[in-house]
């Protein structure tokens, strides 16, 4: 069906002629041609909601840097909004909600979502499926409960999200109550993005690690383990929890197939305490990407050799960084390539 399936094969434990490679953020500034496009919509919201220009920027990795995915172009914080709670992107300061959660009231007037209230995310997901014209699989994704919730409760981004811990500690019923929303949102959302054409799905958990071991399986875990035993039959679903290192022995129990891993942790004691079972993928530090190609061709061996070639996908611990050279961004995917 594909003319390269090495990353869903890689994904369900198939043995693979090599290892596969995507990057998160792969889509973005480091790319003049997203810069060309991105300036064709008056802002950043704008952008993420007009299907033609996502599903451009979506394809636009694949055709520059060769890499073995395509990732939907959109944001994590597109499921608050359609639940009822409208957020800006602030040029250089990131996300902002005017309106926060603070009470059962706001949580009652939230409604759960369905796929037909992020239509556009749909529309993009088709066309870029119809543009890729099954040269390489399509990754669909949403963000894992916990981090909306706190970005819902906290209003922006922050180093302690305080004020969402806050609300953990002194309202514990209500955060379920919101998560479990959440939740139901995102189940709706990534069966539609699957009935769109997504051939993946990845959960991002970016903000797992400002929570302790109990906390993070009471209010994330618990809720991102309802979403794959939802999705996972339809197709594979990755999980990627920003530092919770803490939580791999509890990840590994999650059914799901791929398991996500920053730059913290080492590869061998993530497969010894995750197991064979799973796909671990990652986790170059994105900063490597500053030094010069022998450093970056030593990172991607030291890195490949590491992991294993089977049950393995390449990829950073965390996006790339818009200052990157894509020139080097390049020569890093084909480094893993050609081992």
């Known amino acids: ?38 300036a064709r919509a008056k802002n950043f919201i704008e952008f993420v909601k007009n299907p033609e220009l996502a599903a451009e920027v979506t394809i636009q990795p694949v055709d520059i840097l060769g890499v073995d995915a395509a990732i939907i172009f959109s944001d994590i914080l597109v499921i608050p909004e359609a639940m009822g709670l409208p957020y800006q992107m602030i ?14 009231k706001d949580i009652d007037d939230l409604h759960i979502a369905d796929a037909g209230d992020l239509d556009y995310v749909i529309q993009a997901i088709k066309l870029a499926k119809k543009d890729l014209n099954n040269r390489v699989p399509l990754i669909g994704f949403g963000g894992a409960p916990w981090t909306l919730m706190a970005y819902m409760v906290e209003g922006s981004g922050s180093k302690t999200f305080s004020q969402a811990k806050k609300f953990l500690y002194q309202q514990p019923e209500l955060a379920h109550q919101l998560l479990e929303k959440i939740t139901q949102s995102t189940i709706n959302y990534l069966k539609g993005q699957i009935a769109a054409g997504a051939d993946m799905i990845q959960l991002f958990d970016s903000w797992a690690g400002v929570l302790g071991h109990e906390q993070y399986l009471e209010f994330s875990l618990k809720y991102i383990s309802k979403i794959c035993d939802a999705i996972e039959p339809l197709v594979p679903v990755t999980v990627f929890a920003k530092d919770a290192h803490f939580a791999l022995a509890d990840m590994a129990k999650l059914n799901c197939n791929t398991i ?47 992991f294993g070639k089977q049950r393995y996908i390449a990829n950073l611990g965390h996006g790339l960084y818009p200052d990157l050279d894509k020139n080097k961004v390049k020569f890093f995917i084909d480094c893993v390539k050609g081992l």
């Open 1 to 38: 069906m594909y003319q390269n399936d090495i990353i869903l094969r890689a994904a369900k434990g198939e043995k693979v002629e090599r290892v596969p490679i995507w990057l998160m953020r792969q889509a973005g500034r480091i790319l003049p041609e997203y810069k060309a496009t991105r």
């Open 91 to 104: 040029e250089a300061k990131g996300p902002n909600f005017e309106k926060t959660i603070k009470s059962q």
């Open 260 to 306: 996500g891993l920053d730059w913290t942790i080492n590869p061998q004691d993530a497969r010894i305490i995750i197991g064979h079972e799973k796909t671990l993928q990652g986790n170059a530090d994105p900063c490597m990407l500053y030094a010069d190609e022998k450093a970056i061709e030593a990172t991607a061996r030291k890195m490949v050799n590491a």
